[in-house]
């Protein structure tokens, strides 16, 4: 969900194809996502400009494989906090990403109040992150820890 609260409603076929061009390579060159989106590369780049400024493009980012950097484990924690006050939930908040290792943190509804996925150099260097910063955090109850055997990445928003 974005910030800005843009919808589809708000962007026009161009814009669309300039989206699916940055999101299939976010280093796509100007002059080839105008040759997409059938427009002059002054316009490609203002609509590109554009899509940033309103938060529809949020940034493009390298993909890093965590084993090449040292990090070859990856796995989900599952937190659930103490209460939901917003004491708690904005601690726990403020903290999670902050976490060595941490790839995105959810804040969830459900049984569990977070999802984090981490990366992690072994079993060793996940237990005490796990032990040493999460579950001594004030805020948190209890935690779930889950192994990531594989990562499959999506076809994206904008496909099918």
């Known amino acids: 969900m974005s910030k800005s609260g ?3 409603s ?10 699916r061009e940055l999101q299939a390579d976010g280093r796509t060159p100007n002059a080839d996502i105008a040759a997409v989106a059938g427009v002059a590369a002054s316009t490609a780049l203002l609509r590109t400009r554009a899509l940033r400024t309103r938060g529809v493009v949020r940034g493009i980012h390298a993909d890093i494989d965590p084993a090449s950097v040292g990090r070859p484990l990856q796995a989900l924690i599952a937190v659930r906090l103490h209460g939901h006050t917003h004491k708690h939930v904005d601690s726990f908040r403020a903290m999670a990403p902050t976490l060595p290792g941490v790839l995105q943190v959810f804040h969830v ?8 996925h981490i990366a992690a150099a072994s079993a060793d260097a996940l237990r005490a992150v ?5 579950t001594s955090h004030a805020a948190v109850r209890a935690t779930q820890t889950q192994l990531v055997f594989e990562h499959l990445k999506g076809t994206g928003l904008l496909s099918g």
């Open 10 to 19: 708000d962007l026009d076929e161009v814009d669309l194809l300039i989206l």
């Open 130 to 134: 796990i032990l040493d910063r999460i």
């Open 109 to 116: 509804a459900g049984q569990d109040d977070y999802l984090i």
């Open 6 to 8: 843009s919808g589809t």
